[in-house]
């Protein structure tokens, strides 16, 4: 178990295959982030422009913020609309569902955004919270991993 103090963590974070069952815990959420800057187009795809990646199993993380704050950059690759379908393909458009809560980036309220965003209000969030997201037919609850 890795504790955490109260902090803002500039750094990327890799828990590699042959390290089963690390958590990161915090008692707050509000006081505690790892934050790590970079964006698909710099490092080649997306599944490796995460704050925090996983290879080991059994990892819980607890009351942490995890933040990309690659959000003011990100307008530049991908434009005001808020979305790049990837070397111009048309059909990307047609499989990808694309929301914002919240947005904060320079273009948040922009008209820019393409047709098709979904600006969600938190009453519609909610259904993205993990514990409803990802519970599937089992519904198994991610907010009760014990500690």
Known sequence: MIELKPGRYHERVKIPQDRPRVTLLRSNAATTSIEFSVGAKDVGCTFVSSVVEVYGTEFPAKNISLENTFTAPWVSTSGPGGWDNWNDNAANEKTAWY?????????????????????????????????????????WDPSKICF
């Open 99 to 139: 929301a914002e809560l919240g947005s904060t980036d320079p273009v948040g309220e922009s008209a820019g955004r393409v047709p098709w965003v979904h600006r969600l209000m938190q009453s519609q969030a909610t259904a993205f919270y993990p514990q409803v997201f990802l519970r599937g037919a089992n519904f």
